[in-house]
């Protein structure tokens, strides 16, 4: 009987540890200011993703370019867009670089780092984009993942297997 109960408190240790013990960094979207995951996109330091969104005054596309650090931050490093105006940069700053291409606006070598990214899902114009892969083949429309208008924050964190279970994880 003594070796039945401790048979059953290890198992139960196991399930335990293997549920709730951190496994695997993701790019995790959470429902606004809360810790209730909405989404994942499982990303390992280095990898990059793109963030791609439809500007509702211009109509034209933005395209912001983030790697994931070391330290589980997100580094901005491009932005690329056709139109100046309202909520767009004029120019580069510090050590970035400004140049055009093909009609489209380049900054280059940014360095804007963030623990998390707070963003909105548009809701006038709805046609966010998420974009990765090693030759960033795989896109997804952010409103098969979250209603427009809906505000998250993007962090990139250690996910145990039970929290992904609760997610949903993004999938090309």
Do not use: C
């Amino acid at each position: 009987m003594k070796k039945v109960l401790i048979l059953m408190m290890v198992l139960t240790l196991v399930v335990l540890l293997i549920l709730f013990v951190p496994v695997k960094q993701s790019l995790v979207f959470y429902k606004e200011n809360t810790t209730e995951i909405e989404a994942y996109l499982p990303l390992e330091n280095q990898e990059t993703f793109q963030i791609i969104f439809t500007h509702s005054i211009h109509l034209t596309d933005v395209v912001e370019k983030y790697v994931v650090l070391d330290n589980q931050h997100i580094q901005q490093y491009e932005m690329i867009y056709e139109e100046f105006g309202i909520g767009m940069p004029s120019n580069a700053q510090g050590e970035e670089e400004f140049h055009s291409e093909n009609g489209r606006y380049h900054i280059t070598n940014m360095n804007n780092v963030f623990p998390e990214i707070k963003l909105r899902n548009g809701k006038a114009v709805s046609e966010h984009r998420l974009v990765w892969g090693p030759e960033h083949e795989y896109i997804t429309e952010f409103n098969n993942y979250f209603e427009p208008g809906a505000w998250f924050t993007i962090k990139v964190d250690e996910l145990s297997l039970w929290q992904m279970i609760q997610g949903v994880r993004i999938h090309e």
